[in-house]
Antibody, heavy 119, light 107 residues
Framework: EVQLLESGGGLVKPGGSLRLACAAS????????MNWVRQAPGKGLEWVSR????????DYTDSVKGRFTISRDNSKNTLYLQMNSLRAEDSAVYYC????????????WGKGTTVTVSS | DIQMTQSPSSVSTSVGDRVTITCRAS??????LAWYQQKPGKAPKLLIY???TLQSGVPSRFSGSGSGTDFTLTINSLQPEDFATYYC?????????FGGGTKVQIK
């Protein structure tokens, strides 16, 4: 069964850091691009970042550029999101999502991990 | 960045009705468009990709159409399990962007 399981969320103070992880199973992890998508409480979906299957190509939404870094360890089938200089507006449920083939439709999603940035 | 605008933001309807949701892109995305369904407290689920291709396992009462800047998601004969929020997403270029969502509620 194809599965994604996020971890690493929690409560952090403004300006702090957090690293999220997403453990993948049931598919050839290195063959697919991966994404992070977030959803603030009561709000819609916001794409955050993506990384290509080989880890070389990355993209970010403007609001996190320079603060967040996406990476992957294909030997461990794990996706990461390093989040630095966190702000209150980064508070959200963070989902990892698998890209579909060569295209960035998201066909498999994790259950999400909650990040709360508050003093 | 490509802005995605959905309408309506919410709709109240009944079991058995047909619902149509529209999504407009601020610039052309060809057919690089997906639709997702999200229920409260759950992760989104891919329904349709490439504007009109039904994802495996999705009931045929869901259909998508459009290309360029204007897209439509239609749900025929709405079922109780279809009450949810629906999002469009463009996959034409980075940053990927979602529409604001359409909440389908019970009348």
């Amino acid at each position: 069964e194809v599965q994604l399981l996020e971890s690493g969320g929690g409560l952090v103070k403004p300006g702090g850091s957090l690293r999220l992880a997403c453990a993948a199973s049931g598919f050839s992890f290195s063959s697919y691009g991966m994404n992070w998508v977030r959803q603030a409480p009561g709000k819609g979906l916001e794409w955050v970042s993506r990384v290509s299957g080989n880890g070389v190509d990355t993209d970010y939404t403007d609001s996190v550029k320079g603060r967040f870094t996406i990476s992957r360890d294909n030997s461990k089938n794990t996706l990461y999101l390093q989040m630095n200089s966190l702000r209150a507006e980064d508070s959200a449920v963070y989902y990892c999502a698998k890209a579909m083939g060569s295209y960035y439709y998201m066909d498999v999603w994790g259950k999400g991990t909650t990040v709360t940035v508050s003093s | 960045d490509i802005q995605m605008t959905q309408s309506p933001s919410s709709v109240s309807t009944s079991v058995g009705d047909r619902v149509t949701i529209t999504c407009r892109a601020s610039q052309g995305v060809s057919s690089w468009l997906a639709w997702y369904q999200q229920k409260p407290g759950k992760a989104p689920k891919l329904l349709i990709y490439a504007a009109s291709t039904l994802q495996s396992g999705v009931p045929s009462r869901f259909s998508g159409s459009g290309s360029g800047t204007d897209f439509t998601l239609t749900i025929n004969s709405l079922q109780p399990e279809d009450f949810a929020t629906y999002y469009c997403q463009q996959a034409n270029s980075f940053p990927l962007t979602f529409g604001g969502g359409t909440k389908v509620q019970i009348k």
